[in-house]
């Protein structure tokens, strides 16, 4: 049996009390972005990677679309089956890894939100790998013409935040914007430390990853999770959006 990766171990634990954190309460606001921006009709086919317990997938499926969340943790999507058969809305939910993670048909459009899987890295990952698959993977599973919208984390952030004594002890590479930490969660066990790492991402730096797995990038907006828009990226926001198409 393959072991849980340390981020598939937290968010198991972690299932049960997510949507009570803060950044989870505008999801209608947020969906109602997506549908202006990406132009949905009931019926498009929509792939959310990273989906969690599925927020926004469901509001997707309320509002029409055919939506397919593809989740690391099946902690994560027990909540969403839960909240879809309670919604009475229908989502395909598929349990897989987003670096491996090979769609079985295109979809009309493809989002990647609030660290859905990009980003979050295990302390075996390969940082110049990791998050590349994903965005390969991405590309392959949206249409020619469809789009790909990806929320990340802002290095611009993480390099304000960081410390002399931060870089010194470990805690954060400023050649990679790499930042690692250790946190405590919930297990069948109980409580224990995890060790894990975040990847955040300078604007032009992550517009070339685009480009390098195929996308023609659109648009680059502040992205921190309730304050979706066409706006600028703020230095010490937390994260950011990029928008990009797959060319025809």
């Known amino acids: 049996m393959t072991s849980k990766s340390e981020w598939e171990v937290f968010f198991d634990g972690h299932a049960s009390i997510y949507m009570q954190e803060v950044f989870t309460r505008d999801t209608l ?22 989906c969690g317990t599925g927020r926004h997938s469901l509001e997707l499926a309320r509002r029409g679309c055919r939506v ?35 769609a079985p048909r295109l979809f009309d459009a493809v989002v990647c939100l609030c660290e859905g899987a990009f980003c979050l890295l295990g302390m075996a990952d390969d940082p110049e790998t990791h998050d590349r698959a994903i965005l390969r993977n991405a590309f392959e599973a949206v249409r020619p013409g469809g789009r790909f919208v990806l929320t990340a984390l ?7 935040a960081a410390t002399p004594e931060d870089v010194a002890e470990g805690r954060f590479d400023p050649s990679t914007l790499i930042e690692s930490f250790t946190m ?18 300078l604007p032009g730096q992550l517009a070339a990853l685009l480009r390098d797995a195929g996308f023609t990038v659109e648009h680059l907006w502040g992205g921190t999770a309730g304050r979706w828009g066409r706006r600028p990226l703020e230095l010490d926001e937390i994260e950011l959006m990029i928008v990009s198409v797959r060319p025809r």
């Open 29 to 50: 606001r947020e969906v109602d972005f997506l549908v202006e921006l990406l132009s949905l009709d009931p019926g498009t086919e929509i792939l959310d990677i990273g």
């Open 154 to 160: 802002n290095g611009l952030q993480k390099i304000r």
């Open 184 to 201: 405590e969660i919930s297990t069948p066990e109980g409580k224990r430390p995890i060790s894990v790492r975040e990847r955040g991402y």
């Open 68 to 102: 397919t969340g593809v989740d690391l943790s099946e902690g994560m999507l027990a909540e969403a089956r839960k909240a879809a058969e309670a919604a009475g809305v229908d989502v395909e939910w598929v349990k897989a890894d987003a670096t491996t993670y090979q």
